[in-house]
């Protein structure tokens, strides 16, 4: 499967030249950007790990590529995302956030089902991939 | 064209002023063209056509009477009250551009009125409306009557919850910031069996929406009952997202005869999983105050379709603009409402949608005539409700869509996701890719407008889904004269 998260995973893999007009269009609008990483892409799963703090001081996108390869190069086989966050009043939220590096390999999620009275059933989403230990889970 | 001058005025002696009998409106306290509006004051503008003979001010003064304290006769006891506080003051006529002499349509006149905050209950837009909206509208002294638009004191505003779950929140909720949200609406609308209707879902949310929508007159009937429905959609929106890893919503309408079985329907929904409710506007205003309260308490979305807004809001000379209900339903406490496509099947003058939008999106509205806001706005920090835009789109129009309607809105191409010669799933691949490729263009710095067809045949070269709706919809368009439109002159008058 392709997860599908993140505002542009329906398109090809963005290029290095891609990702730095999208960084550059998130400098331009004030935001911070920030580099995440994991190995549990769970739809629920909110809080990846940081690749340092949002740069709220870096306003050059070939600086902040530069820290996104840097975290390609160390997770390779991890789902890696820039958020743009946007501190003005009223918003103080994400307003970008897609995906820059996804395992070549991602079998997906199976849909665990719970039968209950009524017909009803409780659904659970789980990774094939956390099966193992975090950090060892994509090939 | 400038503010009409005063003819009238109150009559100042009491016991003149109270002597049995009938006196004119404008006579009895109901006009004063030198009321200054407090900050706390609520103003509406109403499009007013006064019967024939009828004075213009003497006919906002009647507006005002009959909408606060005013009955057809004198009455003595309203000198047991502070009488003047609770009446309403019409202090502004202009005629509106266009009408009256020397033109082809009768004469009309915005008239301007102010309410004093205490003659409004606290958070209650049953209150508020049976004012404004209560006997007047019937009133035989105008021949018409419209609710232009309407400017609500922060103080009144405060009072109210406002959307239970807001744009900011609802996004981080669904994890899906930077674009559009996409969705569509089941079809048909009428006559799936629950499980029939679930496979539309599935293959919806599947080839990439994030979410379907039940439609607005699907509640429980012979063909299939809601618990059934409600059943096999959380079967399809849960395989859904297992399927893609990906948050997945569908709004199951919980709109029913009596409020316990909407709470009975609106519990079920949550009890199996499902993030986002839906009711129709039909349902009524303090069912909706009381939906929205629940979905607050519940951690649930509120979606609102409109159903029977265009039975009052679509002709320009009686009834309500959709301004006003944008203003309500934000108060009110929805999430979603739809709001107007602009190139789409409905109604829709983009002038008037960008007021729409903006009076549902933005903390402060300028007041702007061209877009039908007559008004600053302040909206207190009140969260910002999603538009909806739903009607006869499709994959082809998404740069326009995109340029008129902004970012944050739902897209919901129905007919143009279920429709598609390859099937449902590639039907909303087909959107999908449109919406992200454009979203992509426009930020790398591309003029969207006018670039956009080729932006769109490009995608088309790698997505067979997109060539495809790009070829069965390419010359469909819906262009028709817009019937609610603004009235101004560009250059206003020193009155504005």
């Known amino acids: 499967m392709r997860l599908t998260q993140g505002q542009f995973s329906f398109l090809p893999d963005l290029s290095d030249e891609q990702i730095t007009a999208q960084i550059a269009y998130g400098l331009k609008q004030g935001w911070a950007l920030n580099v995440e990483y994991t190995d549990d892409p769970h739809p629920r799963n909110t809080y990846w790990e940081m690749w340092g703090i949002p740069m709220f001081d870096l306003k050059d996108p070939a600086g902040i590529l530069m820290e996104i390869n840097e975290c390609r190069r160390t997770y390779p086989r991890h789902y890696v995302r820039v958020t743009a966050f946007d501190s003005s009043r009223g918003w103080e939220t994400p307003r970008m956030s897609f995906l820059v590096n996804r395992p070549a390999d991602e079998p997906g999620f199976g849909l665990v089902r719970q039968e209950g009275p009524g017909r009803q059933v409780r659904y659970t989403v789980r990774s094939y991939a956390v099966d193992r230990p975090e950090g060892s889970r994509y090939a | 064209m400038g503010a009409i001058e005063e003819i009238s005025g109150e009559v100042m002696d009491a016991k003149e002023r109270y002597k049995s009998g009938v006196i004119p409106y404008a006579k009895m306290g109901y006009w004063d063209a030198h ?14 056509t006064p019967q024939e003979g009828v004075d213009a001010i003497e006919a906002a003064a009647a507006v005002a009477g009959e909408s606060s304290t005013a009955t057809w006769t004198v009455v003595w006891t309203d000198r047991l009250t502070a009488c003047d506080v609770y009446r309403a003051k019409a202090y502004r006529v202009d005629p509106v551009p266009g009408t009256g ?12 009125i102010a309410y004093d905050i205490d003659l409004f209950e606290p958070g209650s837009i049953a209150n508020l409306t049976a004012s404004i909206i209560g006997n007047v509208f019937g009133f035989k002294a105008v021949k018409a009557l419209r609710l232009e638009d309407m400017r609500i004191p922060v103080a009144y505003l405060k009072t109210f919850q406002g959307p239970a779950t807001g744009i900011v929140v609802e996004r981080e909720r669904l994890d899906k910031f930077g674009r559009p949200l996409l969705g569509a609406t089941t079809k048909p609308k009428l006559g799936l069996s629950g499980r029939n209707y679930g496979r539309v879902v599935y293959e919806g949310l599947k080839g990439g929406l994030d ?50 079985e909407i709470y009975e329907r609106a519990e079920f929904a949550k009890s199996l999983g499902s993030v986002i409710v839906m009711i129709d506007l039909v349902i009524g205003y303090t069912a909706i105050q009381s939906m929205a309260k629940w979905a607050r308490k519940k951690d649930m979305i509120l979606h609102l379709h409109r159903a029977g807004n265009s039975t009052y809001s679509r002709q320009k000379n009686h009834g309500m603009s959709f301004r006003v209900i944008c203003k309500w339903m934000r108060m009110a406490g929805v999430d979603h409402i739809h709001a107007g496509t602009v190139v789409g099947k409905l109604e829709g003058d983009p002038n008037m949608i960008r007021g729409y939008y903006d009076t549902l999106r933005e903390n402060h509205t300028p ?46 191409f129905g ?18 890719v449109a919406l992200e490729a454009m979203i992509q263009a426009r930020n790398e710095g591309h003029d969207i407008w006018n670039e956009g067809p080729s932006i769109l045949q490009n995608a088309a070269r790698w997505c067979k889904p997109l060539q495809a709706a790009l070829d069965t919809w390419k010359d469909i368009s819906f262009n028709y004269a817009s019937t609610d439109t603004a009235d101004f002159v560009p250059t206003a008058t020193a009155s504005f």
Not at chain 2, 37 to 47: G, Q, S, W, Y
Not at chain 2, 101 to 112: I, M, P
Not at chain 2, 230 to 254: I, P, R
Not at chain 2, 419 to 431: D, L, R, S, V
């Open chain 2, 101 to 112: 002499a020397g033109t082809e349509k009768e004469a009309q006149y915005f008239g301007y």
């Open chain 2, 35 to 48: 009321y200054e509006p407090k900050v706390t004051d609520l103003i509406a503008v109403f499009r007013i």
């Open chain 2, 415 to 432: 007919g143009g996701t279920i429709g598609h010669p390859m099937g449902i799933q590639a039907g909303a691949t087909a959107n999908r």
């Open chain 2, 367 to 412: 007041m702007s005539l061209e877009n039908g806001l007559f008004f600053d706005q302040d909206w207190a920090s009140l969260n910002r409700v999603m538009p909806v835009a739903s009607g006869g789109i499709h994959a082809g129009q998404m740069h326009q869509l995109i340029t008129y309607l902004g970012e944050d809105v739902v897209l919901q």
């Open chain 2, 211 to 260: 979410f379907m929508k039940d439609d607005e007159n699907i509640n429980s009937q012979p063909f299939m009952h809601w618990r059934d429905r409600f059943l096999y959609c959380m079967e399809a929106v849960n395989k859904a997202s297992a399927a893609t890893g990906e948050v997945k919503g569908h709004y199951l309408n919980v709109t029913a005869g009596t409020m316990e």
